[in-house]
């Protein structure tokens, strides 16, 4: 029968990945433990066992998880206008935070996935549209196949329209078209990230936890406790006893992917608004 992946024999055998290629070694290993010879009948009788359990098992390695990673600066070397605030009426010049894209390829079999991460406040569809084309080119990887997800950050360039709503700065009040230089590089830099990804896959296995959070972030749609009626708090209000809190995701989930000993990613999901920052 197949060992519990805790158990001595689990532990001396690995992953599946493992298995075929330590076959010889968890004989001589095991051998050991008992005290017996690998030649003896005992250690032959052993490793045919391990050799017909491994055969069972059947386990092919193109048919292992694979996972890579790869990473890109978004950082324009010029004035930019930074999307999230229809305060805004100027173009930043300075750096603060690196600005960044991540995309995480994986495989098992014939299939293969794109999940990119982006450090801006949005994507429209149609743009979208030609990420999947452009990458699924390059790549013979496409929708529905890619995920995209931005981190809604207020601290990156535009790649989306963008409305100044405050008068008085070196923009005048209006709708100004997203960034098309900065929405061309990210475009190229998904196409080259998911080239290098996919071009350095390598077995994994992935381990996952759930994480509750309960005190870092809020609801911000409230209902007054005297007259019923919403509200919105930008910030945790100082009566909090006045309001119903509506439910929000508290917890973040944490996907762990592993080459042996080796961290190759750290996935993770939390429902949040960060509208903060500075």
């Not at 450090?119 to 149609?126: K, P, S, V």
């Not at 452009?134 to 997800?149: S, T």
């Not at 080239?195 to 759930?210: D, F, G, K």
């Not at 080459?259 to 999901?269: F, P, Q, Y």
Request: charged share 20%.
């Amino acid at each position: 029968s197949r060992p519990h992946p805790k158990s001595r024999l689990g532990r001396i055998l690995g992953t599946k990945a493992q298995q075929v290629k330590r076959g010889i070694a968890a004989q001589v290993h095991l051998c050991r433990l008992c005290g017996a010879s690998p030649g003896s009948d005992f250690g032959l009788g052993l490793l045919a066992c391990v050799c017909i359990w491994l055969d069972r098992l059947k386990i092919k390695e193109a048919e292992m998880l694979q996972v890579a990673c790869s990473k890109r600066s978004l950082l324009p070397a010029r004035e930019v206008c930074l999307h999230g605030y229809g305060a805004r009426n100027y173009r930043s010049n300075k750096v603060e935070d690196p600005v960044e894209l991540s995309c995480m390829a994986l495989a098992q079999g014939k299939q293969r996935w794109l999940i990119f991460t982006i450090d801006c406040i949005g994507m429209d569809r149609l743009d979208c549209a030609q990420a999947y084309k452009k990458i699924a080119q390059a790549c013979d990887v496409g929708f529905p196949n890619i995920l995209i997800c931005c981190s809604h950050t207020h601290f990156a360039p535009a790649a989306e329209n963008i409305g100044v709503t405050v008068p008085g700065g070196e923009m005048e009040l209006g709708i100004y078209r997203g960034d098309q230089e900065f929405l061309d590089s990210l475009l190229q830099n998904m196409q080259e990230a998911a080239e290098e990804a996919l071009a350095s896959l390598r077995n994994a296995s992935v381990e996952y936890v759930v994480i509750p959070l309960p005190a870092v972030a809020f609801n911000r749609r409230t209902i007054n406790k005297s007259d019923k009626l919403v509200s919105t708090n930008y910030t945790y209000p100082k009566n909090p006893d006045e309001y119903h809190f509506q439910n929000w995701d508290d917890n973040m989930s944490v996907w762990r992917f592993r080459h042996e000993d080796e961290t190759l990613a750290i996935l993770t999901r939390f429902s949040c608004h960060p509208v903060t920052g500075g």
